[in-house]
């Protein structure tokens, strides 16, 4: 077999395997990306903003401060009743 024709075929098979293994390694970017794009967005649907914790914790603070002014009025109840 001529030496050039078996340089060529051996090079064209290195140059297939490495294309192979470079068209794979990007599908497998592409697939990553695509996932941690989805990763991002989950996130950002499932997490809730400082003005939603604001609200919440205001209206929890709104219920203590009514309990607590409930209790106080109990308590001034009570004593008003032992004097």
């Known amino acids: 077999m001529d030496p050039i024709i078996l340089w060529n075929l051996i090079t064209s098979i290195l140059v297939g395997l490495v294309m192979f293994m470079l ?9 990553i990306q695509i996932l941690l ?3 991002r967005e989950e996130i950002a ?3 809730i903003t400082r003005a939603e914790v604001r609200a919440d914790l205001e209206k929890i603070m709104e219920r203590f401060d009514s309990g ?3 209790l ?3 308590i001034d109840a009570l004593a008003k009743g032992k004097q």
């Open 23 to 31: 068209k794979n390694s990007h599908e497998e970017q592409q697939r």
């Open 37 to 39: 794009n989805k990763t």
């Open 45 to 47: 649907r499932d997490h």
């Open 68 to 70: 607590f002014e409930r």
């Open 72 to 74: 106080e009025a109990k």
